[in-house]
Each structure stands twice: as structure tokens, then as C-alpha cells.
């Protein structure tokens, strides 16, 4: 089971599941499985007519007496292909439908449980479940449901027909069926049923490798680790493979038994037949129908052991898709929120304690902030003191584990999370940078926004004159992850979305982090020019520039242990200091 598997308060039985989310198609459903039936069931009437056609033509009758069966020959074998046509048509009509379903429900929820609800997922485990997961769901419909139904109808029909001629030979049929029909299948859904689980299970550990490979192909070789990447890539490509051969093995032997299944019980048909025939009790010609439509009612259930195993996958699938679907949310929704706040926005928060985990260290003890219309606060400390995980708190990414937050007097957890960050926003410590246009990343923040407001914010970030330098100007392609922009510049581009996305209050998490001094220092000096006047959040560890700041809170530990201005902090002996002289370019000094 997966870290988020474990964490999921309630198990739904995962293809019972998938079925119901096939609901608003099931009028579909229906006629995709009526029209596999009938298409088994003109391939047994072929065969039925064929065997009737050659039996009665050796006997040499007229030419009318063969009309009929001439005719049914050739309408079934041409029904027969039509029929299959429209059942693939809808059986694959009601699958992408569901698969698009499922795909949206998924992403919806993924968006919701990001980022605090995803750290149990490695990215790509969560991309084989997203693809593959979600792709294997169609067998459910294609090879699962509309094949059983239409077994269960064109053999219940053969078996019916053949009862007409001997009644012994059809029992005997029916239970050629059930074995081949209901027990194979339920034999080699049994014995794929952990397979399926590992094999699902492995194609994620796959993925998992290939996505960190690659996104760290770069540290990979600067370690000169790229070898023992690749081992471990391969090690978990191995155990796919040995999970998928094992998986193939039980389908091929379901598929082995069937169609020995299929040919002992045509064999024991025949005999009874041949017995028939010699006691008067059945014809020469309906022997040959008899025996003939037998061999076709086995065309019904001939895949269905496979299919079952291969289900197998799909069931785990399902499962895997579940344990992200039905994920605890980590945070909870209020069932009736609280009207948003009008901005101005007040923010207190007063004895806040967090933590990750349940019953996990804390990593927040009693912070009281005040952040009121217009003020700047600082929050520095050590690397792991806590800041971050303020900005997570007040962005609703995780809720306190004791004290109050409130905005504007009511606490922050009656409103729901999505107006929260409507109103408070910024720059994350790191920000994503897509691969599009400067114009579609800036945009992302106000899709509406004009021309000259890209501008404006563009500006107030000092990315105007990059911009106006390039070739493509806006619609210059950055990269993946802003691969064609330089560290500063990246920072830049986030902190401009920010400044146009106009929070009540803005976050701003360690926007120098990874740039040089010079850089920094410039940078720095234009966001504090920029947010100017604004309710402003600034998490840092470096210290330039904070002079201009309303107050400075120092955190260690998760606990506040300082507060006040630059000044006032420089002041006096303490961790501040300690910091401040550490930041100093040539060394790190005892106070
Ligand atoms: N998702 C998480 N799950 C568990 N622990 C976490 C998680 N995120 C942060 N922590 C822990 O919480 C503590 C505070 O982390 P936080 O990111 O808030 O520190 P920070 O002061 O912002 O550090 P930095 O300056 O390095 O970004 C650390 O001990 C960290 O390991």
C-alpha cells in the first residue's frame, strides 16, 4: 500500500467504482453489450447455417430447399461484421467517455490536495497513475463488461437453440460454458489479482525512476551518478517486466484451458450426437448444426479467461486511481464558508502552533503576528526555523495544530481555502515557470490583464527592458521551467505575476533565494520599492535592505525569538545580529 493509500479514511471497491461512474453512459453500456451479443450471435448462426447448408446440399435436395439457408448464410456473415463494427464503436464511445471522466475528477482532485496533500507521491508515480492508471480502465468496458454480457446472452441463446435439437448435448454445452465462461475466468482473476497489483505498483516505480533521471540528469552527471541512476532504472524495469510476464503467463494459461475446455465439451457433443443419431432420435443434418453451433458458442467465452486476468490490472489500477481520489484533504473545508473578507485585510495570528503530520513534531509553537493594511513584515531565521510554513498556513495549504489565525476578526479556516488565496497571494519560494510565452506565464496570474498592465508589472519587477530586448519580445518562448532565462530573471517573472495578480496580502517567499549578491541586492531593492504601501509578507534569510521594513520577526525552532526593526535589532545582542554579521560578504562573526 502507498503512503497516500494508507492515509485514505475510507476503501470504495475499485471496479465497482468505475462501473458507477459509467451512470450517464449506461444507456450505451447496454447497447454496446445487445450489440456484442449479436454479433456472437450471428457468428454462431453462421456456423449453425453453414453446417445445415453443407449437411443438407451432400444429400443433394433441390435447389429451393436450400434457398433459405443460402440467404441466412450470407445475411449473417454480413451482419456479422456490421454488428461487430457498431459494438466496438459504442463499447470504445462509453470507455473514452469514462476515461475523460475519470481523467477530470482526477486532476480536480490533485489541484485540491497540491501542494501539501501530494508529498507521499513520488511525481512520477503520480504520472503512471494520471496515464496509465487511468488508461487501463477502458478493459473494464471493452474487454470486462460488454464481452461477459454478451457471452452470458448469445451462449444462454446457443445453449437455448441446441436444446431444440438434443437436449443432453445442450446440457452438456452449458456446462462447457460455465467452465469456460464463469470458472476459467474466476480462476484467472484470482490468480491476477496480486499480480496485477505489483505489476500496476511496478509500472509506477518505473515511472518514478525515469521522471527523477531525467529531472536530475544534469546533478546526475556532475556526481558522475548517472550509472547507478540508470542501474536503478533498469533494476525497476526488471521487476515490471517479471510482474507483466507473470501476469501474461496466468492470461495464457486461462486462454490454454478455454479452448481445451471448448474442445472436450464440441468432442462430448458430437458423441452425444453421433449416439443420437444412431438410436433415430436426430437427424444427419441436424447433427451437423448441433455440432457446428457448439463450436461457435465457444467464439463468446474463448477471451473471457484473459480478459478476467487482465481486469487483474485494471482493478488495481482503479484502486491506485481511488487512493488519490479518495485522499484526505489536507486542509478542512468549512460546509458553509464564511463571505470573503473585504480588503483591507487585517491578519492576526496568536499562539499558532503546526505541525505536518499528525502527531509529528511541531514545527510552529505560539507565533503571534500582526500583519495590518500597509505593513511590512519580515520573517527570517535559520534555514528549517519555520517561515515557510507560515506562508503554508496562511495560504491554507495546512491547517494550525493550536492557536488562531483571523482575517479581518474571523478565523481563517471558516473561509474556503479557494477565496483565501484570492486574497493572499505572492511569490513561492519556488516558482514555476512554464514552458510558454513571457506574455501566458504573466498572464497566468489575471488572464485578463491588458497590455499595459503586463507592462506595468512587468516594470515594477524591472523585467520590462529583458523583455523589450528580446527578439520575440512577449512572445518570447521561455523554456521548460524558464530553461532559457537566468536565475534572476526567473525571480523577476515571479515576482511581476505577483505584483499583477494584486493580493490583499503578498507573500513574498524568499524571492533572492539562489542569486548572486549584486543580484540579489537589486532585486531586493526593487521589491521593497514595489511593495511600497502594500501588506507584504517577506520571508528571507538575507538581510539586505531590510531597513525600509515595519518589523522584523525572528524565528529558531519554530518559536519567535525577537522582534522589532533593523535598527532596534542590530541593537542588542542576538540571533538577528548573529544572522546579520553571518550575511556580511566576508565572514561569518560570533557576536
Ligand atoms: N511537508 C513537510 N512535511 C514534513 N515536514 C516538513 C514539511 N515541510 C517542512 N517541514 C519541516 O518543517 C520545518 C520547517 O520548515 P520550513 O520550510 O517552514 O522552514 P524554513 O524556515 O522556511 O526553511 P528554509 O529557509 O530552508 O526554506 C523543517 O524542520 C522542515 O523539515
Known sequence: MTALASTSVRRRRPLMWLLAA???????????????????????????????????AAEHPGVTALTIAVVMVRALGVSRGVFRYLERLTAHDVAFRVLGDVRVRIYRRLARLAPAGLRPLRSGDLLSRLVSDVDSTQDLFVRGVVPVAAAALAGGGAVAACAFLL????????????????????????????????????RGAVSARVVDALAGAAELHAFGAQDRALAAVAEADAELTAQSRRGALVQAAGAALASLAAGLTVWAVLL???????????????????????????????????????????????????????????????????????????????????????????????????????????????????KSTVAALLLRFLDPAGGTITLNGTDLTAFASDQVRRLIGGCPQDPHIFDA????????????ASDAELADAAAR??????????????????????????????????????????????????????????????????????????TTLLITHDLTGLEEIDEIVVLDAGHVVQRGTHAELLARPGLYRTLWRCSAPDACAVP
Open 22 to 56: 459509467a451512470g450517464p453512459v449506461r444507456g450505451r453500456l447496454v447497447l454496446a453489450a445487445v450489440l456484442g451479443a449479436a454479433t456472437t450471435a450471428a457468428g454462431i448462426g453462421l456456423l449453425g447455417a453453414s453446417g445445415f447448408l453443407i449437411a443438407r
Open 167 to 202: 437436449a443432453p448435448a445442450a446440457g452438456m454445452l452449458a456446462v462447457g460454458l460455465l467452465v469456460a465462461g464463469a470458472l476459467l475466468p474466476a480462476l484467472s482473476a484470482a490468480r491476477a489479482r496480486a499480480a496485477g497489483r505489483r505489476t500496476a505498483r511496478a
Open 272 to 386: 452425444l450426437g453421433v449416439a443420437a443419431v444412431e438410436d433415430g432420435t436426430l437427424g444427419r443434418v441436424p447433427l451437423a448444426v448441433l455440432a457446428l453451433t457448439a463450436l461457435a458458442a465457444f467464439e463468446a467465452t474463448s477471451a473471457l479467461p484473459a480478459a478476467a486476468a487482465q481486469l487483474a490490472e485494471t482493478r488495481a489500477g482503479a484502486a491506485r486511481i481511488l487512493d488519490v481520489l479518495d485522499a484526505p484533504d489536507p486542509v478542512a473545508e468549512p460546509p458553509s464558508p464564511a463571505p470573503p473578507p473585504e480588503p483591507p485585510l487585517t491578519v492576526r495570528m496568536r499562539g499558532v502552533r503546526a505541525r505536518y503530520t499528525p502527531g509529528g513534531p511541531l514545527v510552529l509553537d505560539g507565533l503571534d503576528l500582526d500583519l495590518t493594511p500597509g505593513k511590512r513584515v519580515a520573517l527570517v531565521g535559520p534555514s528549517g526555523a519555520g
Open 437 to 448: 510565452t513571457v506574455r501566458d506565464n504573466l498572464k497566468l496570474a489575471r488572464p485578463q
Open 461 to 534: 519587477a524591472r523585467l520590462l527592458p529583458w523583455i523589450e530586448s528580446l527578439p520575440d519580445g512577449w512572445d518570447t518562448h521561455v523554456g521548460a521551467r524558464g530553461a532559457r532565462m537566468s536565475g534572476g530573471e526567473r525571480r523577476r517573472l515571479a515576482l511581476a505575476r505577483a505584483l499583477l495578480a494584486d493580493p490583499a496580502l503578498m507573500i513574498l517567499d524568499e524571492p533572492t533565494a539562489h542569486l548572486d549578491r549584486p543580484t540579489a541586492a537589486a532585486l531586493t531593492a526593487d521589491l521593497l520599492r514595489a511593495t511600497q504601501g502594500r
